[in-house]
């Protein structure tokens, strides 16, 4: 994937991640091709550190659903080494749907994220 720009790095952050698999060994090889190693998730009063631990973060959050989306709100952007977007996720947990809303900030390092801010809110 030599030559990847920024703004398809973070649709794979998406599709292939939050929307993709439920199996948590796919999720840490999807994790590995797109983070760094030294890789740092910030999430409100968590930080995640590594593929392995951020597989296991995305594993968290769809095993609360039954089903669960992320939809772009506002398409990504990029600027020098860092991608940033709004998105939407809609998931379905006791026949309910939820719906909530992040601002995704991630800092690249090559054609890997090395660093993630996030913050959502449950609407």
């Known amino acids: 994937m030599v030559g990847m720009h920024p703004i ?3 649709h794979r952050w998406i599709d292939e991640l939050w929307n993709g698999t439920v199996d948590r060994d796919g999720l840490t090889d999807v994790a590995s091709s797109l983070v760094t190693s030294d890789f740092v998730g910030h999430w409100p009063g968590r930080e995640v550190r590594g593929p392995a631990e ?3 973060v995305i594993a968290e959050t769809k095993a609360m659903f039954d089903e669960v989306t992320f939809t ?3 398409q990504p952007f ?3 080494d860092h991608v940033a977007a709004r998105w939407v996720g809609a998931g379905v947990r006791d026949g309910e ?3 909530f809303t992040g601002n995704d900030i991630l800092r690249l ?3 890997r994220f090395a660093e993630y801010w996030v913050g959502t809110v449950e609407q």
């Open 8 to 10: 398809e790095i973070y």
């Open 54 to 56: 951020l597989a296991a």
């Open 72 to 74: 772009l709100d506002v």
């Open 78 to 80: 990029a600027g020098d």
């Open 97 to 99: 749907t939820t719906r």
């Open 109 to 111: 390092d090559g054609e």
